[in-house]
């Protein structure tokens, strides 16, 4: 054992001296080596990290710019795509328009080529010897009878023109190559309102759908879906309007409508001197005609439905076909008149009148309608409480009808009552009301925008002209069906109105402006301004001594009758039986502000 402890004593000598010192130094260096592999490690570990740290860096820098990258190209296709579908849009918009324009300076050129040949033809001496020679006479009828033929080859020039456009504009709007396949819900929901480009996001391919197009059909109002596209094929086809033999059919088909004949009572009155069914071309003096009230009332009272065989009637009637320039003169010049016999007009009229049209037209989609418990609607507004502080509203007042909604369906079975005790003036009625907003956008919950479709004579187009003073100051196409009895109270309209009878007959007692004091309003703020607070279905006389002073006029309305109304004119309306009115107004004239506001309005 003690010769081991010299082993160990003798080899820590030798590692001493080998060390290079004493065993303190030794130990010294043996932790500094330590410490420098410590910090060489923890360097390595570093430098590890902060590369990997970089590498990952790079790899998300790499892959924010591709999704930036790839986003921004998506973003540019899909916005360059809706801008080819945008200028798309609006070249088939400026070449809609452009032909419109064609269109109505056609029209324009035919109708003051009309016009200076009527002048001509007016400015002929009737009581002048002019005896022409019989070879005078054979070239002045073969000039008429040019004139005629020129006049006719322009007009079947424009039909013409208007066929290859339309033509053109449905071809344009047809795809061959598209799958034109709907999906189960795009049927349901009417998905496609048109027959342009329905553009896909992302880039997918473009889809186009084949709809048949009517000819009245405008770009940007109207019902686009296919269920109306198929229904207006369906009787478009059934009753086609090509030529003179679809107008004559049309013709014949409105005039059987027309149940009866209304005369004139003249009485010898030597204040009317023009016959209403071949007025003068300028308005006579004093047009129209009017009666005291109380003579007409006695005649034919409001709440009497039974037909009359003569009647006060003051307006002119002008046949489209023949007299057109001759309604254009008193539209321009600010009265009433009636015109009828428009093809545009009969065509609508015809095809409301076949049986179970409008029930497809309408299907179950409720609309506004008015309730009374009586035969008299009259207009209202909920009242406001500084009209009641005023005094300007009776403390016992209440609405005079409810507003409701119904289908047409059960509206109809309201209106074919054939129990006729029921349609007595005591009786409940229902007034119903479409709306088409056109381009004042949705103002009527379940719009029946169609209507712009249906009555192509009240779009608004210049065109129109007759129908359509200011277009663009257009209130939309509101259509008013009357049962039998209904009565529209006495009132007046802050604007044009043009009024067209699809069907029924409907009576109109109207009054000029001037006679507003005799018609003893409700005042401003009243619920009902601008109605008369008689009852003309049993007048107060003694309440009202001025309304004794009132004069007045009236007209009945048959299917294809369209009758003006400059602003300010008084109108009362009876319904005869069963029928279809629409209107539209286009601006406002101030011919006779004058007296409305005089009356306080």
């Known amino acids: 054992m003690h010769s081991n402890v010299q082993k160990r004593t003798a080899h820590s000598s030798r590692l001493e001296v080998t060390n290079g010192g004493s065993p303190s130094s030794g130990n010294a260096n043996a932790h500094a080596h330590g410490n420098a592999d410590k910090s060489t490690r923890r360097r390595r570990l570093r430098r590890k990290k902060t590369s990997a740290y970089a590498k990952s860096q790079r790899r ?22 809706t801008i080819q579908a945008k200028r798309a849009e609006w070249r088939r918009d400026a070449a809609a328009d452009q032909f419109n324009k064609d269109i109505a300076n056609d029209a324009q050129a035919m109708k003051d080529r009309h016009r200076r040949e009527n002048k001509r033809n007016r400015n002929v001496d009737p009581n002048a010897e002019n005896v022409l020679e019989p070879e005078d006479k054979g070239r002045r009828d073969a000039a008429a009878d040019q004139f005629n033929k020129e006049i006719a080859n322009d007009a079947q020039a424009m039909k013409d023109r208007h066929r290859r456009e339309n033509k053109h504009n449905r071809n344009q709007n047809m795809d061959p190559d598209a799958e034109n396949v709907l999906e189960p819900e ?24 084949s709809q048949y197009q009517h000819s009245d059909i405008m770009p940007n109002i109207g019902d686009k879906s296919l269920a109306y596209a198929r229904l207006r094929k369906e009787y478009d086809e059934l009753l086609p309007a090509e030529d ?20 004139n009572i003249m009485e010898g009155d030597e204040g009317m001197t023009y016959d209403v069914l071949d007025c003068p071309f300028d308005p006579p003096l004093g047009y129209p005609y009017q009666w005291n009230i109380q003579k007409v009332l006695d005649n034919w009272g409001p709440d009497d439905t039974e037909p009359r065989t003569h009647i006060y009637q003051g307006l002119c009637q002008f046949d489209f076909e023949t007299e057109a320039d001759k309604a254009m003169n008193y539209r321009e010049a600010e009265v009433p008149f009636v015109v009828r016999n428009d093809p545009a007009v009969m065509r609508t009229s015809e095809r409301w009148n076949q049986p179970g049209y409008m029930e497809k037209l309408l299907g179950d989609q409720p609309h506004r309608t008015e309730y009374s418990p009586n035969n008299h609607f009259m207009y209202w507004q909920k009242p ?37 005790s029921l349609l007595g003036p005591d009786m409940e009625h229902w007034y119903y009301r479409l709306i088409g907003c056109g381009e004042q956008g949705d103002c009527d919950r379940g719009s029946s925008e169609y209507l712009f479709d249906e009555l192509s004579f009240f779009q608004p187009r210049n065109d129109n002209d007759l129908y359509m003073v200011n277009p663009k100051k257009q209130k939309g196409i509101h259509c008013r069906f009357g049962m039998k009895g209904v009565i529209a109270e006495n009132h ?57 002073d009132a004069e007045v006029n009236e007209v009945i309305l048959q299917a294809g009758d369209v009758l003006y109304l400059p602003t300010f004119w008084f109108h009362y309306i009876i319904s ?22 005089e009356c306080g309005f």
């Open 60 to 81: 998300f820098a790499i892959l924010q710019a591709t999704v930036g990258f790839i986003l921004l190209l998506v973003v540019s296709l899909h916005a360059f795509r």
């Open 186 to 209: 795009d049927k349901e929901n009417g998905k496609y309102h048109s027959a342009r480009d329905r553009v896909k996001s992302w880039g997918k391919k473009i889809k186009r759908i």
């Open 244 to 263: 003179d033999k679809d107008v004559d059919r049309m013709r014949a088909n409105v005039e059987a409508l027309r149940k009866r004949t209304y005369l």
């Open 384 to 420: 406001k409480k500084k009209m009641r502080k005023k005094g300007l509203v009776p403390e016992d007042w209440t609405p005079p009808t409810e507003m409701m909604r119904m289908p047409f369906a059960e509206w109809l079975e309201h209106a074919n009552a054939k129990d006729e």
């Open 492 to 548: 007046f309209d802050g604007s044009r109105n043009m009024i067209a009878l699809m069907g029924g007959e409907r009576r109109y007692i109207l009054a000029h402006p001037e006679q507003c004091e005799n018609l003893s309003l409700f005042p401003r703020g009243h619920p009902s301004a601008r109605h008369s607070a008689v009852d003309w279905s049993d007048p107060d006389w003694d309440q009202f001594p001025q309304f004794r």
């Open 576 to 597: 005869l039986d069963v029928n279809y009115q629409c209107n539209t107004r286009s601006g406002v004239t101030k011919d006779y502000q004058e007296h409305i506001s």
